[in-house]
């Protein structure tokens, strides 16, 4: 077996994966290294990788059970495996710095995107490390919000108007609305696998903290997101066709900058469910 190659890409997270072949099966020192490093790393980037949906999703299984979109379409044949395709669907949701599906009462533990057509130009995707964010916070407000918890919803990345605007398309924006009510999480979350702390509070889906007033919950969000996508905790990545990231949901936000329109760009997401954050 060839050994993994790993090579960091900033201080704060990112690291460049070359050694394996994640459209074969992975073998067991594989899994755990890629792992290992996912866990220290935080988003993983896989170069030159012409996967198809099933050996996506096969890859992405290695790690957790895989979730089905309530929103987004999907490879019919591989429904784990969701359609950002600039062509077919409003996905300006992601050109807002989020952790995905936090809407869930067990939000994602991470996941796997794929690149499969690309503009030109343009179309690069962000991440930034909660954990980096945290560890930089003034002792005093560590201590402010620890304990404290956010309240998260479904309808603030997919509001009505853009995503009920046909009669199919209503019937499942309110099926999932009614399945996701909104829900607590805490603001800080310890990792449950390396015990680290993270911020855990996204521009995406976090409405207001819970135990604070309105004007106290709008001030402080404010200041925690624009703490976390401060440059430093950040890492951005040129996509070029067929390369794959592997994110660790749990501790990350991330970024698809929307500037690239009107060309198209088609990628391919499996996500890996996690557990109840604590």
């Not at 992975?26 to 220290?40: P, T």
């Not at 560890?135 to 998260?152: D, F, M, R, Y």
């Not at 929307?258 to 088609?266: F, G, L, T």
């Amino acid at each position: 077996m060839s050994r993994l190659t790993i090579t960091p890409l900033s201080h704060a997270l990112g690291a460049q994966i070359s050694g394996v072949d994640i459209a074969q099966p992975l073998n067991v020192e594989q899994r755990d290294a890629i792992e290992q490093a996912l866990l220290k790393h935080q988003v993983l980037f896989f170069r030159d990788q012409p996967i198809t949906p099933e050996q996506q999703a096969r890859f992405a299984a290695n790690f957790g059970d895989l979730h089905i979109h309530p929103i987004y379409p999907n490879v019919p044949e591989q429904p784990e495996v969701l359609i950002l395709d600039t062509a077919q669907t409003d996905v300006r949701d992601n050109a807002v710095w989020h952790t995905d599906v936090t809407f869930l009462p067990t939000p994602a533990l991470g996941a796997v995107l794929s690149a499969k057509l690309l503009p030109a130009f343009g179309g690069d995707t962000l991440w930034a490390s909660g954990i980096a964010a945290y560890e930089a916070l003034s002792e005093p407000l560590k201590v402010l919000l620890q304990g404290l918890s956010a309240t998260h919803d479904f309808v603030k990345s997919f509001p009505l108007e853009r995503f009920g605007n046909t009669p199919q398309a209503l019937e499942q924006w309110e099926a999932t609305r009614k399945k996701n009510p909104p829900l607590s999480h805490p603001v800080i979350r310890t990792h449950p696998v390396s015990g680290r702390k993270s911020l855990f509070v996204n521009e995406g889906f976090t409405t207001r903290i819970n135990e604070l007033s309105d004007s106290e919950s709008e001030a402080i969000l404010k200041l925690l997101f624009a703490h976390a996508t401060r440059p430093e905790f950040t890492i951005r990545w040129r996509w070029q066709t067929d390369d794959v990231a592997f994110w660790d949901n749990r501790v990350t936000q991330h970024f698809a900058v929307d500037d690239y329109r009107p060309a198209r760009r088609v990628m391919h997401r499996a996500t890996v469910l996690g557990d109840v954050p604590f």
